[in-house]
């Protein structure tokens, strides 16, 4: 396997580059400042050299309350990196990373083909950018969440709901999915953990962690942003037999 990697430095990229190292696969994930995906020339220049079977777009706007301010940084990234990406990527399969911050997070248990519903800026940007990487000759969209390794806060909303999980974990999954990449016969995967509350997730690593409600909050708290994932479980039972 030959992949090339954007958002090789991010929080999900460190965590899964690795891995995939490990198994002896030719990774190639230069930096923004090496190639942003906001370059066009320069990014299909670096993927054409890099000849990849697969692209992993991983590389985003991600700061969510800053993205409210800062509009045309979070669009360009977000959109037009998204456009750049599948462009560049014509030749290869394309796999491109987006939230499960695409639903507003009023209902819950959302499925693939359901229709987003962006409720902020950020949300807005990655429900286009999936639109941009719709684009592509052979795109598959995975909607995913991961939280940092450890619990950092001493509270958790006990009456908020999500199916993300800790950054290994969802490493562990999307590992698994690039394996098998080749059998995915689907355009939208919900690469996501079961359906829990914010405490429950956080209690696993943090036993200490105290049950707060999202009642009074300063900012408006989705209650339930959780994504059903039954299509990816159907895939995944297929191969639960091998590593
Ligand atoms: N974290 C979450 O909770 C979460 C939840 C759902 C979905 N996601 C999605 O998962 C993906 C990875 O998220 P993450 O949390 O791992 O990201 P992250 O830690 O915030 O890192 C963002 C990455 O994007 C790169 N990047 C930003 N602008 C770029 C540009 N113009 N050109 C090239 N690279 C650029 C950064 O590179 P530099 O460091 O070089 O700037 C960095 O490697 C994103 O698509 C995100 O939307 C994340």
Request: proline share 4%; charged share 20%; with cysteine.
């Amino acid at each position: 396997m030959n992949m090339f990697i954007t958002g090789g430095s991010g929080r999900m990229g460190s965590e899964i580059i690795p891995r995939l190292q490990t198994r002896g696969w030719k990774i190639i994930a230069p930096s923004s400042r090496e190639v942003s995906i906001t370059d066009l020339d320069a990014l299909t220049r670096a993927v054409d050299q890099a000849q990849p079977n697969v692209v992993l777009h991983l590389a985003a706007y991600t700061d969510v309350a800053k993205a409210e301010q800062d509009h045309a940084a979070c669009y360009t990234a977000n959109v037009l990196g998204s456009r750049n990406v599948a462009r560049a990527s014509a030749g290869a399969r394309l796999v491109h990373i987006s939230t499960d911050y695409v639903f507003d997070g009023e209902s819950g248990m959302y499925k693939e083909t359901d229709a987003p519903n962006p409720s902020n800026y950020y949300s807005l940007t990655k429900a286009l950018g999936e639109e941009a990487a719709r684009a592509a000759p052979n795109s598959l969209i995975v909607r995913t969440s991961f939280k940092d390794a450890v619990w950092k806060y001493p509270m958790a909303f006990a009456d908020q709901y999500t199916s993300a999980d800790y950054t290994d974990v969802i490493a562990s999954e999307l590992e698994l999915l690039l394996i098998h990449l080749e059998a995915v016969d689907t355009d939208v995967l919900h690469l996501v953990t079961e359906r829990k509350s914010i405490l429950e997730l956080a209690q696993r690593r943090n036993p200490h962690v105290q049950a707060g409600t999202r009642v009074g909050a300063k900012v408006h708290i989705p209650p339930d942003v959780s994504l059903d994932n039954s299509r990816w479980l159907a895939f995944k039972s297929q191969f639960s037999h091998q590593a």
